[in-house]
Nanobody
Framework: QVQLLESGGGSVQAGGSLRLSCVAS????????MGWFRQVPGKKREGVAL?????VYADSVKGRFTISRDNDKNTVDLQMNSLLPEDTAIYYC????????????????????WGQGTQVTVSS
Protein backbone atom coordinates (compact mmCIF):
# COMPACT_ATOMS: atom_id res chain seq x y z
CA GLN A 1 0.00 0.00 0.00
CA VAL A 2 1.34 3.40 -0.99
CA GLN A 3 0.24 6.52 0.82
CA LEU A 4 0.49 9.90 -0.86
CA LEU A 5 0.48 13.22 0.97
CA GLU A 6 -0.04 16.44 -0.96
CA SER A 7 0.69 20.00 0.07
CA GLY A 8 0.87 23.44 -1.48
CA GLY A 9 -2.67 24.21 -2.58
CA GLY A 10 -4.26 27.57 -1.94
CA SER A 11 -5.83 30.64 -3.48
CA VAL A 12 -4.21 32.95 -6.00
CA GLN A 13 -5.23 35.57 -8.51
CA ALA A 14 -5.18 34.86 -12.22
CA GLY A 15 -1.65 35.05 -13.58
CA GLY A 16 -0.16 33.93 -10.30
CA SER A 17 1.77 30.79 -9.40
CA LEU A 18 1.47 27.89 -7.01
CA ARG A 19 3.60 24.82 -6.37
CA LEU A 20 2.13 21.50 -5.34
CA SER A 21 4.17 18.77 -3.71
CA CYS A 22 3.45 15.11 -3.10
CA VAL A 23 5.47 12.67 -1.03
CA ALA A 24 5.06 8.91 -1.35
CA SER A 25 5.32 6.58 1.63
CA UNK A 26 7.66 4.21 -0.13
CA UNK A 27 10.67 4.61 -2.32
CA UNK A 28 9.94 5.52 -5.86
CA UNK A 29 11.36 3.41 -8.56
CA UNK A 30 12.04 4.63 -12.02
CA UNK A 31 9.44 2.20 -13.33
CA UNK A 32 6.64 3.86 -11.36
CA UNK A 33 4.56 6.65 -12.82
CA MET A 34 3.62 9.60 -10.67
CA GLY A 35 1.82 12.79 -11.37
CA TRP A 36 -1.26 14.93 -10.96
CA PHE A 37 -4.94 14.90 -11.82
CA ARG A 38 -7.60 17.45 -11.02
CA GLN A 39 -11.33 17.45 -10.55
CA VAL A 40 -14.09 20.01 -10.47
CA PRO A 41 -17.32 19.00 -8.69
CA GLY A 42 -19.69 17.34 -11.13
CA LYS A 43 -17.00 16.67 -13.70
CA LYS A 44 -14.73 13.74 -14.47
CA ARG A 45 -11.27 13.69 -12.94
CA GLU A 46 -8.77 14.72 -15.61
CA GLY A 47 -5.07 14.20 -16.04
CA VAL A 48 -2.83 17.24 -15.69
CA ALA A 49 0.73 15.92 -15.83
CA LEU A 50 2.41 12.55 -15.40
CA UNK A 51 6.00 11.54 -15.34
CA UNK A 52 7.89 8.32 -15.75
CA UNK A 53 11.05 9.33 -17.55
CA UNK A 54 9.66 11.98 -19.86
CA UNK A 55 6.83 14.20 -18.62
CA VAL A 56 3.50 14.37 -20.39
CA TYR A 57 0.98 17.17 -20.01
CA ALA A 58 -2.63 17.87 -20.75
CA ASP A 59 -2.95 20.33 -23.63
CA SER A 60 -4.66 22.82 -21.35
CA VAL A 61 -1.57 23.22 -19.14
CA LYS A 62 1.31 22.87 -21.61
CA GLY A 63 3.73 25.74 -21.34
CA ARG A 64 2.33 26.81 -17.96
CA PHE A 65 2.80 23.81 -15.68
CA THR A 66 5.99 21.85 -15.01
CA ILE A 67 6.19 18.47 -13.30
CA SER A 68 9.32 17.25 -11.59
CA ARG A 69 10.38 14.25 -9.52
CA ASP A 70 13.00 13.58 -6.89
CA ASN A 71 13.40 9.84 -6.50
CA ASP A 72 15.76 10.25 -3.51
CA LYS A 73 13.10 12.20 -1.61
CA ASN A 74 10.13 10.20 -2.96
CA THR A 75 8.45 13.36 -4.20
CA VAL A 76 6.70 14.69 -7.26
CA ASP A 77 6.02 18.39 -7.64
CA LEU A 78 3.87 20.50 -9.92
CA GLN A 79 4.91 24.07 -10.60
CA MET A 80 1.90 25.98 -11.87
CA ASN A 81 2.49 29.35 -13.51
CA SER A 82 0.19 31.76 -15.34
CA LEU A 83 -2.77 30.28 -13.53
CA LEU A 84 -6.24 30.76 -14.98
CA PRO A 85 -9.64 30.66 -13.27
CA GLU A 86 -10.37 27.45 -15.17
CA ASP A 87 -7.47 25.81 -13.32
CA THR A 88 -9.57 25.94 -10.16
CA ALA A 89 -10.06 22.37 -8.94
CA ILE A 90 -9.04 19.83 -6.37
CA TYR A 91 -5.66 18.47 -7.39
CA TYR A 92 -4.81 14.85 -6.65
CA CYS A 93 -1.44 13.18 -6.59
CA UNK A 94 -1.43 9.88 -8.48
CA UNK A 95 0.78 6.80 -8.34
CA UNK A 96 0.61 4.14 -11.01
CA UNK A 97 2.42 0.84 -10.95
CA UNK A 98 2.60 0.50 -14.72
CA UNK A 99 1.12 2.01 -17.82
CA UNK A 100 1.57 4.54 -20.58
CA UNK A 101 1.57 8.09 -19.20
CA UNK A 102 -0.03 9.66 -22.27
CA UNK A 103 -2.92 7.19 -22.04
CA UNK A 104 -3.22 7.48 -18.28
CA UNK A 105 -3.97 11.19 -18.58
CA UNK A 106 -7.34 10.23 -20.08
CA UNK A 107 -7.97 7.18 -17.88
CA UNK A 108 -7.98 8.08 -14.18
CA UNK A 109 -9.67 4.73 -13.43
CA UNK A 110 -6.31 3.07 -14.08
CA UNK A 111 -4.51 4.94 -11.28
CA UNK A 112 -3.51 2.62 -8.44
CA UNK A 113 -3.16 5.10 -5.57
CA TRP A 114 -4.49 8.58 -4.89
CA GLY A 115 -3.62 11.32 -2.47
CA GLN A 116 -6.32 13.03 -0.45
CA GLY A 117 -6.44 16.08 -2.72
CA THR A 118 -5.56 19.73 -2.28
CA GLN A 119 -7.70 22.67 -3.32
CA VAL A 120 -6.42 25.20 -5.85
CA THR A 121 -8.56 28.30 -6.37
CA VAL A 122 -7.74 30.92 -8.99
CA SER A 123 -9.73 34.13 -8.93
CA SER A 124 -10.16 36.48 -11.87
Amino acid sequence: QVQLLESGGGSVQAGGSLRLSCVASESQRTTKIMGWFRQVPGKKREGVALMWGIPVYADSVKGRFTISRDNDKNTVDLQMNSLLPEDTAIYYCAYVLSGIPARLLRHPEEVDYWGQGTQVTVSS
